[in-house]
């Protein structure tokens, strides 16, 4: 099993930023890639970047520029520097791990608002 907690969402007025963090624990393999989702109310779950255990990121269209994904492997731990962030952003945001298995996190919720 693999753990995951998440932190760093909350309430932003458009055009701000907000860094999301994600620390892994458990059965963690070398190989493997993580990546945050979000999910906006009747909507369904939409990936927004990941990245793997060799760095190699991958991002949704409406983030790219804006959005950074990154990670620290000694710590397990995976970030989202979100800047210039919109109404359209908000969601709940969701972390998951994924190698040969899947595992994702309780979600934190993003609301940009003024």
């Known amino acids: 099993q693999v753990q995951l907690v998440e932190s760093g969402g909350g309430l932003v007025q458009p055009g701000g930023s907000l860094r999301l963090s994600c620390a892994a624990s458990?059965?963690?393999?070398?190989?493997?890639?993580m990546g945050w989702y979000r999910q906006a109310p009747g909507k369904q779950r939409e990936l927004v970047a990941a990245i793997t255990s060799d760095g190699r990121t991958n991002y949704a269209e409406p983030v790219k520029g804006r959005f950074t994904i990154s990670r620290d492997n000694a710590k397990n731990t995976v970030y989202l520097q979100m800047n210039s962030l919109k109404p359209e952003d908000t969601a709940v945001y969701y972390c998951?791990?994924?190698?040969?298995?899947?595992?994702w996190g309780q979600g934190t919720q993003v609301t940009v608002s003024s």
């Open positions: 998951q791990y994924s190698d040969s298995r899947q595992f």
């Open positions: 458990g059965s963690i393999f070398f190989i493997n890639a």
